[in-house]
């Protein structure tokens, strides 16, 4: 049965989300703080986790970035009592799959959840070694070489490379990446997908600006070529 790990201090909010996600058939794992959460991950990594930004201690922001750190691929999807945009833009940047506005509807939060796992199910069926060029990437280690020298990649900029690994050779929209990759079906611009393009170039081609792997497709998106 699939775990999800639960980061929530208000307990009316705790006991709301464990008969949710019970009732629908998974194990729920809950912790006050973001200092447990990060305890409860480590010891048994779930299959997805939902944070409160708000935490006592130690700040959603933080145990996203953390979490993502060591898991990039696993689902976060943030609860937030603020709507404003600027927080969606810092919790793409540190990796989350989704972000739900309090209050919110049990029903939608659900079908969150279970679209973020799915994805994540499918960036999992991505060898986790992959070459192309003179680059060689761990997708379990996070760890990437070119020319058998350590590159430096974000959360983030591994989840969309293993997402053209999975998808080359097709062209994919800036929406279908911000669906499948950042899970953000409504997000007001797409401009956060070509700044990452943009950074994967400057890191892995020889010539960023007559890029080899990283193509446009004008009118339609991007293509990854091996």
């Known amino acids: 049965m699939e775990k999800i790990l639960v980061v929530e201090d208000d307990q009316t909010v705790q006991k709301a989300l464990k008969r949710l996600f019970v009732s629908n058939g998974y194990n729920v794992e809950v912790a006050q703080t973001g200092i447990a959460g990060l305890e409860s991950f480590r010891s048994a990594p779930p299959s997805a986790v939902v944070l409160d930004l708000r935490l006592p201690g130690m700040s959603g922001q933080e145990v996203c970035r953390e979490i993502k750190s060591k898991a990039p691929t696993l689902p976060v999807i943030v609860l937030s009592a603020n709507a404003d945009v600027v927080d969606k833009v810092l919790l ?20 969150r959840v279970q679209a973020s796992m799915r994805r994540a199910s499918r960036l999992a069926a991505v060898p986790e070694l992959f070459a192309f060029d003179d680059i060689t990437v761990d997708f379990t280690k996070m760890e990437l070489t070119q020319a058998t020298k350590p590159v430096t990649l974000t959360a983030q900029e591994f989840k969309v ?41 400057q890191k892995l081609e020889k010539d960023p600006a007559q890029p080899l792997h990283f193509k446009t497709v004008h009118g339609a998106g991007y293509k990854f070529v091996r």
Not at 97 to 106: C, G
Not at 165 to 174: A, C, I, Y
Not at 187 to 201: A, G
Request: hydrophobic letters at 35%.
């Open 161 to 201: 490379l293993k997402f053209f690994v999975q998808n080359q050779d097709r062209v994919v929209s800036r929406e279908e990446l911000l669906n499948e990759v950042w899970g953000y079906q409504s997000y007001p611009s797409t401009r956060t997908v070509d700044n990452h393009i943009l950074k994967l170039r």
């Open 92 to 111: 793409l940047e540190l990796g989350a799959d989704d972000y739900v506005t309090k209050p919110f509807s049990p029903r939608e939060l659900l079908a």
